[in-house]
């Protein structure tokens, strides 16, 4: 009995000093260490290796292993036979730059239930020696970084490894170079464990381009999209119901019903409601979209798929609508895009006048050109109140107007910038704009946002906010600024912002969006009956300013 429980003590004991590793365990080690050794090893990050090749090698030597010591084993001869690193003496060197570190997150190495203390000091020691030069993988060109020299391998499915190097990139570009990962609903390490079995279950194109849909979703940024045939067809279909809608109150409100090459008469009006698309409501279909969909918070998910709501991959599609009072459901036909035919949209003015006795002047920010501003202001100037409307995307207008409308140069924002040299962190910058200027505009400038004002438009808000009689109206913006990173993944187009954007104080704008001073959206009575609420929201704010 008692060598009966030696033997067992023994066979506890080796069996537990194996510590088996799992297949999703295994994977999400090498994504990690084979991201850090690409950006951070100097004889990798020169290009001195193929390293995609060196990816699928270690995907198959992976399968064997299936214990802690075999898997550092693995790991230690790999970096081993990266060659030497010598001393890297400016990495320790302390510079002026002001960092923000909440993205940079290297624990994982010393994860003791993954790796030996081998390893994780073999990976300590390239961080402190990393290459600080040029890297092979990424460049920088002007504040932000891009990636290259990254080769092709399609847009079809071709195997599992190929599937697990295009996560294992976009999960890596993400870790070192999105200045807004912290901020995901999802844990980013938690994303790699969750992803990384939903590859391996992928068998063909279409869930192939779902899972890197799911997969850029999950950047919780408005900025990001993926842009795909497949996950067009998939989710949406090629057909439209040839109608223009707009979004409020959780419904669709028809605006205009366009012809068709085929002059069949819709059965749909301008006016009607629709508040259920094949049984379900509009919350519902938007909702069960959202995980493939990325944006900074629900009106950025709404914002994005609302334009897709009436596409069907059916000649047909059943709808149920509010008419005069009264719910009808009806079936209505869809079209391809190519036989919907659309009217010229009237070129609207660039700024004018709202009243007879040009007190209250309008500028649309969405068209007006810097080489207009001196023009537009030379009109205005006059007019006891400017109402500049950001619901769209303006023209890199932000000097111009800052020089005419502030008092003096003001910080509007600081932004974060990746820092090539230490991949993972980020340092910050103020930016200053306006100069000092006694004959600034003194009236009243009103700001009209929305979902709609995204990006270059959150920042030329910030700017309007630093006059002495800005007012913002509206409701809150896209939560999404701060330039963006193009790429491809799977050799299909793709983004997410590049830059950190921030209040002048820190506060962040991300996925928050610009918080109006007077908070007003569409009604759906409004939009029937063809008013702009925002607008007359605002003008109503002026007359209490007389």
């Known amino acids: 009995m008692r060598r009966f429980s030696l033997f067992l003590f023994l066979f506890l004991s080796l069996n537990f000093s194996a510590q088996i590793i799992t297949e999703t365990q295994k994977l999400e080690s090498l994504c990690r260490v084979w991201g850090f050794l690409k950006y951070y090893h100097p004889n ?3 290009g001195n290796l193929n390293w995609d090749k060196q990816l699928f090698q270690k995907i198959n030597e992976l399968e064997n292993i299936n214990d802690k010591e075999s898997l550092n084993i693995l790991y230690s001869q790999w970096i081993e036979s990266l060659g030497e690193i010598p001393q890297c003496n400016e990495c320790a060197v302390q510079d002026q730059k002001v960092y923000f570190l909440k993205n940079f997150d290297l624990r994982w190495i010393d994860n003791s239930q993954i ?12 961080e402190k020696n990393r290459n600080i030069g040029d890297n092979h993988y990424f460049g920088k060109g002007g504040r932000k970084i891009y990636f290259r020299n990254e080769k092709s391998y399609g847009s079809q499915f071709t195997s599992k490894r190929n599937g697990l190097l295009e996560l294992f990139r ?4 993400v870790e070192y170079f999105f ?23 992928i068998d063909n194109d279409e869930n192939f381009h779902l899972a890197l849909a799911e997969l850029v979703a999950k950047t919780d940024d408005s900025h990001a999209y993926i842009s795909s045939k497949e996950i067009q067809l998939s989710l949406y279909g090629q057909r439209k119901v040839p109608v223009e809608y707009t979004y409020a109150e959780g419904k669709l ?33 938007i909702n069960s979209l959202a995980k493939y969909t990325p944006a900074s918070n629900s009106w950025g998910k709404v914002s994005k798929i609302k334009d897709k709501l009436l596409f069907s991959k059916n000649d047909s599609i059943s709808i149920k609508i509010e008419r005069n009072g009264q719910n009808i459901e009806i079936k209505t036909r869809t079209y391809l895009i190519k036989d919907i035919i659309h009217e010229k949209i009237p070129v609207s003015k660039k700024w004018k006048f709202m009243d007879d006795e040009k007190k209250i002047g309008y500028v649309n920010m969405g068209i007006i050109e810097k080489e207009d501003i001196d023009e537009m202001y030379g009109s205005l100037k006059s007019a006891k109140s400017i109402i500049f409307d950001l619901r769209n995307y303006p023209k890199q207008t932000i000097i111009p107007l800052s020089y005419l409308l502030l008092p003096s140069p003001s910080i509007y924002y600081q932004f974060t910038f990746p820092d090539t040299a230490y991949p993972g962190k980020f340092y910050s910058r103020k930016n200053v704009t306006g100069r000092k200027n006694p004959e600034y505009y003194k009236g009243n400038v009103i700001v009209l946002v929305d979902e709609n004002t995204q990006s270059q438009a959150e920042t030329t808000t910030m700017m309007f906010k630093q006059h002495p009689k800005a007012k913002i109206i509206g409701s809150n913006t896209s939560g999404a600024n701060g330039d963006v990173i193009m790429f491809k993944i799977a050799n ?7 830059l950190g954007a921030y209040y002048p104080d820190g506060r962040e704008t991300q996925r928050i969006g610009i918080i109006p001073d007077i908070f007003i959206k569409p009604s759906v009575e409004g939009i ?3 008013k702009d609420e ?3 929201k605002a003008l109503e704010y002026i007359k209490t300013t007389d």
């Open 115 to 126: 790796f030996s203390d081998d390893v994780s000091q073999k990976l300590r020691y390239i």
């Open 253 to 285: 409100v028809i605006t205009k019903v366009n012809d068709t090459r085929s002059r069949h008469k819709s059965t749909l009006h301008p006016g009607d409601v629709i508040y259920d698309i094949e049984g379900k409501t509009i919350p519902q279909v």
């Open 528 to 530: 029937k009956n063809g």
């Open 170 to 173: 976009y999960w890596n570009y």
């Open 179 to 201: 200045p807004y990962k912290y901020e995901t609903d999802q844990n980013w390490n938690d994303v790699l464990t969750e992803m990384i079995p939903r590859f391996l279950m």
């Open 492 to 498: 299909l187009d793709t983004r997410f912002t590049g």
């Open 534 to 536: 925002v607008l007359e």
């Open 44 to 46: 990798v990050a020169k």
